[in-house]
């Protein structure tokens, strides 16, 4: 299993974040934000098997894209496109749709289902092509009382609602689920012969009370599984973008500690450390405060992006290099430096 991801868009204009988690069996393609221009970037075919679209805000560097987006998907056969946001993502949304003239519309494909996320539930509605997109379909809204948001069968998305000036700001989390390996020195010691049952163990949808008979013994796959898996933990990436917090507060400790030991952190990082008026007006981050955050929670490597357009080649480097100085793991996404 892998998480593949790219940064869309250059440095100093709008950008996004493309994923594709690969399970080894399935491909499933995610896209965060949609800012102008953004999907450029992708393919077409690229852009019509995205499944989930992840909005931070409703901040026009973040949406402008959408209308590409729809263009594209607006009657996606088979399966529905989930739409996740802030609160107040469904009426955006809704006004999205609403925004063409429909009179070809019957009879079309296409629903989208769109959740708004407040942190303590989901609220959820239903939009279809064939109704012009003219009915609000509410479905129940879901409590939550932990950060997970969806789950899929091999990897689940969490959530956050970081602050940015008057307006929260959706911050993400992909994680992998651990993955089952059989422990191949064991089969041997137990003397069982390996057969069609071994995938079955590494099948989460298969109930432990199974049994199987190997060489005249009946085994439950409760046993064999603590007998024969391992478990590595799969891969992770969170998507934090325009937001203002400060280091010693309970904010900063409760979002480093809830990206503790993540995979790949990819990060706004709008203003240098010596625009720091700056970015506390607008309420975003600076260099050194997103070197900081990736430090604290101990992450494998911290991707910066978003950068302010104020600033020249050599300033985005040296930007980079301030986050350096207090996470040395920090990467700018590819084509984004002329360092090398
Ligand atoms: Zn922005
Ligand atoms: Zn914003």
Redesign the pocket.
Known sequence: MAIEWQVLGQAGSDNALHVTVDSGQSRESLLFDCGEGCLRDLRTSAIQSVAHLFFS?F?M??VSGFDTFFRHNYNKPDAPIQVWGPPGTIEVMWHRFRGFSWNLHAGQPGEWIVKELSGRQISTAGFFTREAFAAIHRRPEQPLDDPVIYRSGTWHMENRLLP?GSIP?AAYRLVEEPRMNIDAGKLRSLDIMPGPWLKELTDAGIPDTNTVDLNGRVWTFGELRRELLTSTPGESLAYLT?FRIEPGTEIWDDIAAWLTGTTTLVCECHYRQEDSSLAIQNSHMTADLVGRLAADAGVGRLVLHHFSKRYSLDERNALHDQAKLFFPGTELPPGWSNRG
């Open positions: 805000h901040h560097d973040h940015h700001s325009d």
